[in-house]
């Protein structure tokens, strides 16, 4: 048995007494109707086999899809699960519901052929993170508007945070004097996918990255009170997980002398980090204070509760999408960092 052949707008509008315009402002202005007529268009609509307008057609005839782009830098699975990443994605949505547009979610490591199919249809673009350059330079060329988050390029308008200072606040409380012995937990501070400590030469590396600055904001505060921390002392996580930085965690625990302070990029490795110092009987913070960053839901609710750092992830998604829509692609704006201080670290 055939198809039934797919009704238009207009003859929707026909088979419910309405105007096209009607039918339209239910699909796609919905502030244009009452709720009760909306929801009576919509329901009959429903009942006829028809459920909106063609997406592809009416980006011809309008020029907008009313979607809008945002690639992230690591796997859809991947940050789909991590919650510094749903945080942002929390923060976008709000604003994208509230003037009726849609997300599509892209990967930088996508296939490019199919990746070009997909980023010809959003109307802007939110690269989250240090995004792949040949990615990067193909939505350039697309001529659409582009806000960065966590990153920063000439081309495009930007929303960061002080990674510095956010990591020299928090170093500054944890590290009390010169004696402490202090230790740290990076993310994606080389490239390598091994959990590894890292060298003097690494140390030298001249890079953007927010691991980097966050790196240089703990030595400057450590600097500030003649605390030296060794290179060797220092841990490179390739991604945000928590069963790697466990290894990283139980290496750093295990150093003889062991560490009076764990300085971590994350409040995932800082979590990971407590439940290895559990493991090992050393108590948090009476022997050991561990820091993290991002201020995640899960670091209140941590035994002890995480001393951290709130990044305001879900402003960053907010700031970015209003920056887009309002078409604001020159500015660059740095949100401020806060000091949470919870259970996990002695007070300097």
Not at 61 to 70: A, L, P, Q, T, Y
């Amino acid at each position: 048995m055939g198809r039934a052949k797919k009704l238009n707008l207009k003859q929707v509008a026909e088979a419910l007494g309405v105007s096209t315009a009607t039918v339209s402002n239910a699909f796609n202005r919905p502030d244009q109707l009452s709720a009760k007529l909306r929801e009576r268009i919509l329901l009959e609509a429903a009942d006829l086999g028809y459920h909106g307008p063609n997406l592809a057609a009416r980006t011809l005839r309008r020029g907008e899809s009313d979607v809008i782009g945002v690639m992230l830098l690591d796997s859809l699975k991947y940050s789909l699960s991590d919650p510094v990443a749903n945080q942002l994605l929390q923060g976008i949505a709000e604003v994208l519901v509230e003037r009726n547009k849609h997300m599509l979610l892209l990967s930088s490591h996508a296939d490019a052929d199919q990746q070009r199919g997909a980023e010809s249809l959003p109307d802007g673009f939110i690269l989250y993170g240090a995004i792949d350059p040949r990615s990067f330079k193909f939505i350039l060329k697309t001529g659409k508007p582009v806000v960065v988050v966590d990153s920063e390029y000439k081309e495009t308008a930007s929303v960061n945070i002080d990674n510095q200072n956010g990591a020299f606040t928090i170093a500054e409380y944890a590290i009390r004097d010169e004696n402490e012995r202090v230790a740290i937990l990076g993310l994606r501070l080389i490239d390598t996918d091994r959990v590894c400590r890292l060298t003097e030469a690494d140390l030298n590396e001249d890079s953007q990255e927010v691991s980097h600055s966050r790196l240089a904001g703990y030595r400057k505060a450590a600097e500030k009170i003649n605390c030296h921390i060794a290179a060797a002392s220092m841990w490179h996580i390739p991604i945000n997980d928590a069963e790697l930085a466990e290894i990283a965690a139980r290496e750093a625990l295990t150093m003889n002398p062991r560490p009076t302070v764990l300085l971590c990029m994350s409040d995932i490795i800082a979590l990971a980090a407590i439940r290895v110092a559990k493991e090992l009987n050393i108590k948090v913070p009476e022997e050991l204070s561990i820091t993290g960053f991002d201020d995640i839901p899960e670091s209140a609710r941590s035994e002890p509760a995480l001393t951290t750092v709130c990044q305001q992830s879900i402003e960053k998604g907010r700031v970015a999408a209003t920056l887009l829509l309002d078409g604001k692609t020159n500015e660059n704006l740095v949100l401020e960092t806060k000091l949470v201080v919870r259970d996990s670290c002695k007070p300097s």
